[in-house]
Each structure stands twice: as structure tokens, then as C-alpha cells.
């Protein structure tokens, strides 16, 4: 008795479907949740999914909260789509927000053309260079990479923690956050007196040009080759290595851009609750975005209304804001069951 | 008086030690169980969260119910909650075949967002946070000078090394069911036709390994704490998984590591009270950057278990 696999793909109409069945099924299993707090769970998906998108504050919001999940799932589709498992776009994310923060308090006095030109560079920079290690102990010695970035997560935290408990602490308030950075280094704002800022222009950008390098240049079809075997990539001649070490590095500098974006667009000073997890929801964004550009840009706006919603309904509602997170964990595991479907067909059989 | 002093300082540091290793053993030796069978648990950041919780959750209740073994309830909860992490684990890895790595990443977060939830939907938002009467410290050796004070212990940090590193040792090694498990992580395939059932064999060391990093978890909230907190894990689980590489997938050398972190983890504590201005978070990165630097010299030579991240299907 057991589930029997059958090669089999999904025909291509039903390929967009299977997001979307997946976050049907996913809100029917975490109504139990709603139920069990004794909320009505039409309400609940009413605040999840409609209030956030129903006024004009509101949906800015939601961009605001979409835009480093537009980038950490930029980031780490591009990895997956190269066959590179980066799981550490958290770390990488710290890193940028890191450099970001060390140059934007340099740029008192100086023009903002050069400012933000610097800070991008420099939070990509770091990015690459904290995905650099583990990139090369894979290219190099066949090192996997899946615990090797992981573990630079929780190095990276310690690092930032280091430099906030140290040099960096705020000298009046005595808190473990940095100074401000200088003015002409933040983002500017794309709403006056709204939160949305440059990173989203920034990430939108990135979506662009990663889904024109993945769907219609040379090295983009390289990458896929790799991602889908090495073997008969390099078969084929394709420099297996230099392809699989530019899909981490680049999307080692795509994460550490979320974390210049969070400083220099929001937070204008580094404090260790930068990321907020983002790094991991970068995850579930590429995931639920079926590894496709476009998919993670509408991933990332989803969770967004999603993690504006769980705040609405936790003060409509009484819910525990947690809700949100539970949605999305669940929603990653469902669809990640879920693309089993676009490869297999999958049947109940008595017989083994 | 120096040397007073420094005695009592070495046998404190000690004790502390074998208290900080505890929660490390428990999950090393459940990760390296699992591990050996060819699955990647990284869901073991949130199993021990979700055991420290659980446990918690369920002891503070029972103890309200004027229940006399409410720590005992406690601890049976958080490996039940365990056990079923270790099912949903296997029906993603063994039964669908997933990436385990992202199933490993989703049950970690998963099971965070579930505690998190229970503790507001148990506890409220007070701002006082609810505690419990924790299990208290034995004394085997009574006030005997030295060994007295050094083992003044919980009864979980005896049974993590009196118990859990020998027996884990002894089932991987020493009987039919370890041979089983390690074949079925070297060479699913060999072991399926010399009829080994790789599925059945997958899902019970999965269940092993989780309940055994649930109640690492349980020990924090239950025994050392009394009390459950948001960073009551902190990253111990990520911890787990470096010490298992470091440890090349032995039980024995898994502890030795986790007293090694247990050491430098207490002594910074101590260095701290003391007033040593030291950046400590250098120390707390040693297990990772060790953990790296002995991948990277070991190169190609790793040993990582043969079917490592490679889910089995019977064609």
C-alpha cells in the first residue's frame, strides 16, 4: 500500500492554477485556527485579504511591506532557478543592510546622486560577499551550500548584534541601534508623507530585468541547464561552476539590496529586528511563485496583503497577529506538496 | 583565597556547562539520528521551540489544575507535539519525496507561528510573564566539595548524558534497527531490495530525532526557566545542525561538541557578570564559523551520509 508516482506532466493551463489551489486549501486548514479563538472565519478572510486592499493607505502599506519580499524573493528564485540553494538570504539581507548603514552615516554633505549610487553598490557588495564562502565551497569542493548559508544566518545576527552592542550603539539613548544615516542617503520618497520609497522602483527594476536574463539571453538558458542538471549541462559545454557561482553571487547582492532598502528606505538606522524574517519569507515568496520572476513579484504583493491583513484582523477581531505567519508557513508547505502535481500524477495504490 | 576563588569559579563554570549543553545534546543527538537515515531536519529550530512551548504550555495548565506531575504532563506533551512535526516531516520528505530543505525551513517556521499563536491564545497579552514551579536541581553527592556542586543537576541533564548519548550510540551502532537506519541513509536503494521498509525506517528515525529535539526545547521551559519566551530557542537548533557536521554524525562526538559550545557559551556569561568588556558574540559564532572551516578543510572528504537530501522513490 503506498502513493505511486507516474510521470506525467501537468498540462500548461492547469501550471497557474496550482498557486491558487494552494491558497484556497491553505485557508481551509487554518480556518480551524479562527474557529478555535471563536471568530467568524468569513470576518477573518474579509480583514485578511479585502481591508487591506480597500483604502488608498492601506494598499501603500501593503507595497511598503512588499517591497524586501520583492527582493529577498527575487533573490532567491534566481539561486533555485541556477540550482543554487541559498538559504541564507537572511544573512545576506544583514549584510547589505549592514554596508548600507556603515556608508549612509558617511554621507553627510554629499550629493545624493552619489549617496544612493553608493549605498546600492556597497549593499550589493556585501550581499555577494556574505553568499561568496559557501559559494565557493560549492564550486570548489562540492560543499553543500544548503548549511553552509544557513549557518552565516545566525553569524550574520551576531554580527550585527556585535556592532550595535559596540561601536555602533546609540551614544544618548544607550539602545542597540545606530546613529541616523545622513539625510541625502535615504530613499526618497515616492508618496510624500507616505512610507513607500525608492526600494520599490529598485525591486520592481530587478523583477524586470531578471525575468528578461532568465527568459531571453543565452546565459539565462545556461543557468536554467545548470539548475536542472549539471551533468548534462556540462555535457552540453557549459561552464557548469562560473554559471552556478554568478546565480549565488548575484542573488547573494539581490538579498543584501533588501536589507540597503529597509535602512535607507524605512528604518534610516540599523537595529537587529532589520530583517524581521523577510529572509526566510523570501523563501516562500520564490516557492509560491513557482521560481518564475513574475510569480515572485505577485507572491511577494500576496504576502504583503496578507501580512497588512493579520494586523486588521487582530485588532478587529482579537486574533492573535501570529495568524498571518501560521497562513504563510502553511501556504509554503501546500505548495510545495501542491508542484508535485505539475510533474506527477500521483495514485493510491494497494499493491507496491 | 585565590585559589578558593578560582576553584569555585572552574566548578560554577562546569556545572554551567553540563546546564547549557543539555538542550544541545538532546537535539544533536536527534538531528544525527536523523541524519544518518538520509533526511535533513532542518525543522529542528521550530520542534525545539514548539517543545519548549508546548511543554510549557501544557505544565502551566496542569499545575493551575492542581495536577501533582504537571512538569511530567508537560514534558509527555512536548514530545507528542514533537512526534507530530516528525509526521508531517515524513509525509512531506518520505511520502511526497519534497526538497528538504525548503519542508525542513517550512516546518521550522511553521511550528514557531503555532506557538507563538498558542502562547496568546493561552496566556493573553499580559505583560507579566506567566511562569511555572520548574523541576528542581538533584544532588546526588549532596555538599561533597567539588563534585557536590558540579553535579547539582536537572534530572534532564542527567538523562541527556547517562541516557540519550549512550543509547543513541548503542541503537545506531549496536543493533538491527541502527544498521537499518544507516543503510537506509547510505544506499536506500540497497537496503529497499535487501528488504529493509526505507519508508517505515525514515519516519521512525524522524520520530526519534524530533521528540528528542522537542524535549531539548521542554528542558529550557520546563527545568532551567520556568518560563517561556519568544527567544527562549534563540538559534540553539542551528546550533544542533552545525554541531552534527562538526561531529561527523556520531552521538558521542555530537556531545563532546555540544560541551565544547556549552563551555565557551558559560564562560562568556561569566566573563560578562564578571565586567570583561568582551564582544561576546565573537564566542557565539565559533560553533558556525568552526563548523564551516572544518567543511572547508575536509573538502571533498566530507562524510556526509550517502543518500543525504535525496528523497527515495520506488520506480
Redesign the interface.
Known sequence: MGLKFERNPAPVWFRPLIPLLAIVLTFAITTTLVLLVNANPLQAYYYFLVEPLSSRVSVIEVLVKSTPLLLTGAAVTFAFVGGFWNIGAEGQLLAGATAATAIGLQMDGVSPLLALPLMIIGGFAAGMAWVLIPALMRVKLAIDEVVTTLLLNSVALLGVSALLNGPWRDPVSQWPQSPEIAASAMFPKLIPRSRLHLGFILAIIIIVVMWFVLSRTAFGLRMRAVGMSPHAARFAGIKVEQTLLISALVSGGIAGLAGVSEVAGIHFHLIDAISGGNGYTGIIVATLGGLNPWGAGLAALFIGVIDTGSQSVSRALGVPVYLGDVILATLLLVTLAMLLLQRYRIRWVRQP | MNDLLSTTFLVGLIAATLRVATPLVFGTVGEVITERAGI?N?GIEGIMFLGAFVGFAAAAKAEAAGMAGYLWIGLGAATVSGLLMAL?MGL?TV?????Q???G???T??A???S??GF??VFGESSVLPSIDPFPQLTPFGDAPVIGPIFTQYLLTFVAFLVVVPVGWWLLYRTNFGLNLRSVGENPEAADAAGINV?RTRYLALAIGAALMASGGAFLSLASLGAFSPGIIA?RG??C??LV?FARWDPVRGMLGALLFGGVFALQLRLQTLGFAL?Y??L??LP??V??AA??IA??N?A?PGA??KPY??E
Open positions: 535533513l532542518l508531517l512531506l511520502t511526497l519525496g519534497l526538497n530543505h525548503v519542508s525551513l517550512g516546518i517556521l511553521l514557531t507561528a503555532l507563538l499563536f496568546r491564545l519508508f538559534g542551528w546550533v545542525i552545525a557536521i564582544p558574540e565573537v557565539l559564532a558556525y564559523l563548523t564551516i567543511l572547508a573538502g571533498r566530507v556526509y543525504y537530501l522513490r520506488r
